[in-house]
């Protein structure tokens, strides 16, 4: 019956949805594990390492379960115009990667012998503003990541999602 409202199903649907946001919890915190056990512990070849070699196999699961709950938000809710669901998105990602910029910026800068990165150059920083930023280990990258910052690749593929699922949408 249209126009009546079953408290029931809003609570199946909360439950099923908080399951998903654990799964996604899960991938995130799995990611985080990943990246401290390999980039800064240097566990890849132990035993423990092994147990967070899955990385990217994470990232893709946070990303498609993103994916859906992006969809049916959207879908759900009074339709946006591209520009405010832009906005919206970019204030999600934004502040805290300018953030890891301005840190990623200015430690080199302080201690330059403790990176063997190159010195900070403005088209470096303008290309991973631009998102256009991806793992060094494929051809045809552009960008690097800001100082070896290698998560940042992941973020340039969420962009994109973000700026082709709108349009995509309302076909």
């Known amino acids: 019956m249209f126009g009546t409202h079953d408290p029931s199903i809003t609570l199946q649907t909360s439950i099923k949805f908080q399951r998903l ?7 995130a ?9 390999s980039s800064y512990l ?26 859906f709950v ?5 879908a759900s809710r009074e339709p946006a115009s591209y520009r405010e669901y832009l906005f919206k998105r970019a204030t999600r990602i934004y502040p805290i990667f300018l953030i890891s910029l301005a840190i990623a910026w200015f430690l080199p ?14 088209l470096w ?3 991973n503003l631009a998102m256009l930023q991806d793992v060094s280990t494929k051809p045809g990258v ?7 910052n290698s998560p ?5 593929y969420e962009w994109l999602y973000y700026l082709i699922f709108f349009p995509l949408e309302a076909v």
């Open 70 to 74: 992006i969809a049916y938000s959207t």
């Open 125 to 127: 920083l303008l290309g």
């Open 142 to 148: 552009w960008i690097e990541p800001f100082f070896g």
């Open 21 to 27: 946001e654990n799964l996604r919890g899960f991938a």
């Open 42 to 67: 240097h566990l890849q070849q132990t035993f423990i390492g092994s147990f967070f070699r899955f990385g990217q196999e994470a990232v893709i699961l946070f990303f498609i379960l993103s994916g």
């Open 152 to 156: 940042l690749w992941s973020l340039s």
């Open 109 to 122: 800068v302080q201690e330059p012998h403790a990176h063997s990165n190159p010195p900070p150059t403005w």
């Open 29 to 37: 915190l799995y990611v985080l594990l990943h990246h401290i056990s």
